[in-house]
């Protein structure tokens, strides 16, 4: 058992260790803190931005350099994957999610009203992050998302 | 009614709370999609680099097979020193004074059905205007032009210095290109979007115009035009690509496949020019292009002739380019011992190629220096990489074999150093060995054993007749190699580049060293593939700048150049030519892209699959047919050694894992399903053939040497077996007679090269159109093929 355990936390490391080497562009076993987050979220975690700020918060420097060195993230991140913290969001709670938004059960919610909710409810996307998400879901010809195929579709892409 | 109020109130605000939290559970959703994407791409961007690479080291280790062969052979037999003659001889077109006589071109006759572009010399702008046009037409240029442009070309480099010193007070601003890699629709769209060289309007390339891409010839015919046309404000680098030695290679793996059509919009002011050319799928060399542009007869004439020219006019290329002698401009990067002096001095065309060092003539007088400048650098002589004690990779060239570590032992062979004689105790007992595995190779391969050889004599030289100038030194052909092939690294210091297998990677201090002491600011170069199309390091002090837009695959980059004004501030450009991918979301862009490095990927597991099999066993101590995900990462890092995320790429590579176990022999059986289709081909031997193939193409064009595109069976078997047992590549005879005979289409004992590798296309084709077509092959569009590989 205790053979397993020590097997899971090995691999977990290696994991951890490659996704952080695939941006540590100098190989000098630092990263761009504004990285940070996508190497979290490819571990398989789904973390809010509150979440994220402050994880790393944990894994800073005592002064802030903007890099993050390895090893303060390793065992950081460890924990995070042993501790199975920020799971991933299910389908069926993000169907409910778009659901709330769209009381009137239409099935659908427009493009103004994505608009709306993301930049100004929640966690505010950036103007980049909307642009980005309106491209690559609203339906150009009934300007709206309609949000059941889109999920299904996502889903697979994400598996 | 106070109560109906309050809760009014109270749903208002659970449903405002609830608005709130949905939007977050989606926005945090959305955050962690767009993340994995990222990761996708840079995963992505390291599978075709590392292939990319590996190809180049898989060039230098042949080409070190060759050169070491060369130095330590003696052919006992007039056989076998025609046979080695023939397949080393680094002039692949000896020198004859016919190639000063302009007799070659004008007797060419261009005949009256010809509708392309007609040139007269000297040129004026509106020949190379229109060359520009005719080329975007997809138009030829005839062979009488192309050789009369290449010989105007190489008169005008041979009266230019190695170092171009260019000055803002001529044409105000200057634009700096990076490598072009035959890609025209760059090319085409930096004229377009920035302008048509002229006197006010001055351009630098940096090199690498030709090879994968497959327009290498309309570039530089473009290139040499405008130089001819504006001489003081068009200058011209010269790049490792520009060396027939590099070009001989067929290609390195990567499949270019662009749909659509050339159409231009000169009215409007878009950014995005090109719907982009169908680029030919697959594998160019710039020697394959040419060959097959100019194909005249049976012989194919114009083609080699257009080569042979082009050969001399690469050794003309200025080496680098300096700009009010503040900007240093070259293809690849510096190297702590770089001497600017010297490279000023140097002849350059002595500088045959960049792959091989040619030695001078073993004359009685030489041979004496010789020695001692053997005893002298023979510890820093390379231990060949087929060798058993450097049998681990990735090796480089340059790496000293187990030679104690000093701070120069870390660098790519450089200052011959005095030797401690531990170091030539070391040296003999590394020739010993070699020399009695190289008489186990030539035994294996069916010559006579040979005595030791104490001293290498080389009936190669002989192209270097008596009387003529001697070949550059090691020293000075080292420097070219540091210009033309280093690359910048983040740590200080300066250490062999073993990626590439020549040059060195230089850190930053090493930029900062030589730009003070030559009292310069900036250094641009090349070399490197960028996802912006450029990138500062070192202090900003370097710039990379790469003008081939998605070099690997549509939408896997962007392109770009620099323009300097007087006041030496660069300004960067950037473009991707191809409208199709600004249409695309970015998960289109990414997910297209990463097909295709997957797809690279497959096929190079594919070609391990017996080395990868005995891997996984290794690691199934229990035999149970099964390995950890683990276990399966750290077996494909320890045979392929590309140095990717596998446990991130796991999830594109491998369907069937169950829990953390993966059933491996399955697994490769996949793999081997996805890329075969010919039942009749033992899939072993195919899979040698696939891990190969680049350098078995590559020695088809060395053998071939007489370009007739044939070589004997024999040759072949020959070749083959030497090659084979030094790549240890297990083959048995007569599987090594079956392969040639099989590829022996028509029987008459002769292999035609392109037949062969057009069988290969056709194997990959029918491949990659899936296993829907039970194995009933031939019957393709490409018409009339050679017929199946092994049919009768």
């Known amino acids: 058992m205790a053979d397993d355990r020590e097997g899971t936390v090995a691999e977990l490391q290696k994991k951890i260790k490659e996704a952080f080497e695939v941006f540590d562009r100098e190989s000098n076993n630092t990263v761009d803190v504004r990285e940070i987050g996508t190497i979290v979220r490819s571990l398989g975690c789904c973390p809010s931005e509150g979440e994220l700020h402050d994880l790393i918060a944990e894994v800073e420097e005592e002064e802030p350099t903007g890099y993050i060195r390895y090893e303060k993230f390793l065992p950081v991140m460890t924990k995070v994957l042993l501790e199975k913290r920020y799971r991933p969001i299910p389908e069926d709670v993000l169907l409910r999610a778009f659901e709330a938004l769209d009381p009137a059960k239409r099935g659908f919610l427009t493009k103004e009203e994505l608009i709306k909710y993301m930049t100004e409810e929640g966690e505010p996307f950036s103007q980049e992050e909307m642009e980005e998400m309106l491209a690559a879901t609203i339906d150009p010809e009934t300007n709206a998302i309609h949000y059941k195929d889109y999920i299904t579709t996502m889903m697979i892409d994400d598996s | ?792």
């Open chain 2, 1 to 792: 009614m106070g109560s109906g109020t309050s809760t009014q109130h109270h749903f208002a605000f659970q449903n405002a709370e609830k608005a709130f939290k949905a939007a977050a559970l989606i926005q945090r959703w959305y955050r962690r999609y767009v993340a994995r994407l990222e990761m996708r791409r840079r995963c992505t961007w390291s599978i075709f680099q590392s292939i990319e690479y590996a190809g180049q080291q898989d060039q230098v280790k042949l080409h070190d097979f060759f050169s070491y062969l060369v130095d330590h052979f003696t052919p006992s037999s007039h056989n076998e020193r025609d046979f080695l003659n023939r397949m080393f001889t680094e002039e692949r077109f000896p020198q004859d004074s016919e190639m000063d006589k302009c007799s070659d071109y004008e007797c060419i006759e261009v005949p009256d059905t010809y509708t392309g572009p007609r040139l007269s010399f000297p040129l004026l702008p509106d020949h190379a205007t229109a060359l520009v046009e005719a080329f975007r037409l997809k138009q030829q240029l005839h062979a009488r032009y192309v050789l009369n442009l290449l010989y105007e070309t190489r008169k005008h480099l041979a009266q230019l210095p190695n170092i171009t010193r260019v000055s803002t007070c001529y044409s105000e601003e200057i634009t700096v290109c990076g490598d072009l890699h035959g890609q025209l629709d760059d090319l085409i769209f930096i004229f377009y979007k920035n302008g048509l060289p002229s006197p006010e309007r001055a351009y630098v390339f940096n090199g690498d115009f030709v090879d994968r891409g497959k327009d290498s010839v309309e570039i530089l015919l473009i290139l040499f035009a405008f130089m001819l046309v504006y001489p003081k404000e068009f200058h011209l680098n010269r790049g490792n690509h520009e060396d027939h030695m590099v070009n001989l290679r067929g290609h390195d793996g990567r499949k270019l496949e662009l749909e659509g059509s050339w159409s231009s919009n000169p009215g409007t002011a878009e950014l995005d020019v090109g719907i982009p050319i169908r680029l030919l799928g697959s594998r160019y060399g710039f020697t394959k292009e040419v060959m097959y542009k100019y194909k005249y007869n049976l012989f194919q004439i114009h083609g080699k002739k257009i080569l042979r020219t082009l050969q001399d006019v690469f050794r003309w290329l200025p080496l680098a380019t300096v700009i009010d002698e503040k900007v240093l401009i070259l293809h690849g990067g510096v190297s702590d011992r770089t001497d600017l002096e010297l490279l000023a001095k140097l002849d350059r065309h002595k500088i045959i190629s960049t792959m091989r060092y040619t030695a001078r003539k073993e004359s009685e007088k030489q041979a004496e220096a010789k020695k001692k400048d053997d005893q002298a650098s023979c510890a820093q002589r390379p231990t060949p990489w087929f060798l058993p004690q450097s049998r681990s990779l990735p090796s480089s060239p340059f790496r000293l074999g187990s030679v104690p570590k000093s701070p120069k032992a870390s660098r790519s062979c450089s200052i011959p150093c005095s030797s401690p004689l531990g170091r030539q105790e070391l040296s003999r007992q590394v020739r010993r060995s070699v020399d009695l595995e190289l008489e186990r190779c030539w035994r294996q391969a069916g010559f006579p054993a040979v005595g030791e050889a104490e001293e290498p004599l080389s009936p190669v030289y002989k192209d270097l007749e008596a009387g003529e100038l001697p070949a550059a030194t090691r020293e000075e052909w080292r420097q070219v190699v540091d210009i033309l092939w280093s690359d910048p690294m983040a740590q200080e210091g300066c250490k062999a580049n073993t990626v590439r297998g020549g040059g060195c990677y230089f850190g930053p201090d090493v930029t900062e060293a030589l730009l003070q002491k030559y009292n310069l600011q900036l250094l641009i170069r090349s070399h490197e593939c960028k996802p912006e199309g450029y990138e500062f390091c070192h202090n900003r002090k370097v710039l990379t700048i790469f003008s081939a837009s998605n070099y690997y695959e549509v939408g896997s980059n962007r392109g770009a150049y620099v323009k300097l004004g007087p006041a030496l501030t660069p300004h960067i450009v950037q473009y991707q030519a191809n409208k199709a991918t600004h249409m695309l979301t970015m998960r289109q862009r990414i997910s297209r892209v990463e097909q295709s490095a997957l797809k690279a990927l497959r096929e190079k597991l594919f070609a391990h699959s017996s080395d990868l099999l005995s891997e996984f066993k290794k690691r199934d101590t229990e035999k149970t047919g099964l390995i950890s995900l683990g276990d399966w990462a750290a077996a494909l890092e320890s045979v392929l050694r590309l140095g990717l995320p596998w446990r991130m790429l796991r999830p594109q590579l491998v369907s069937s894992a169950v829990g953390n176990a993966l059933e491996y022999k399955s697994w490769l059986d996949n793999l081997a399903k996805e890329q075969l289709s010919r039942e009749n081909i033992q899939s072993s031997l195919l899979e040698t053939l696939y891990r190969n193939r680049s350098n078995l193409e590559t020695i088809f064009r060395i053998i071939d040497s007489d370009r007739s595109g044939f070589i004997s069976l024999d040759e072949f078997r020959q070749t083959w077996k030497l090659f084979s047992s030094h790549m240890n590549v297990d083959i048995t005879d007569d599987c090594i007679c079956d392969l040639a005979r099989s590829i022996d289409f028509n029987k008459d004992g002769h292999i035609d090269i392109n037949e062969f590798l057009e069988a290969f296309r056709l194997v990959e084709r029918s491949c990659s159109e899936g296993s829907a077509s039970d194995g009933s092959p031939g019957t393709d569009a490409a018409g009339s093929g050679p017929g199946r590989l092994g049919a009768p």
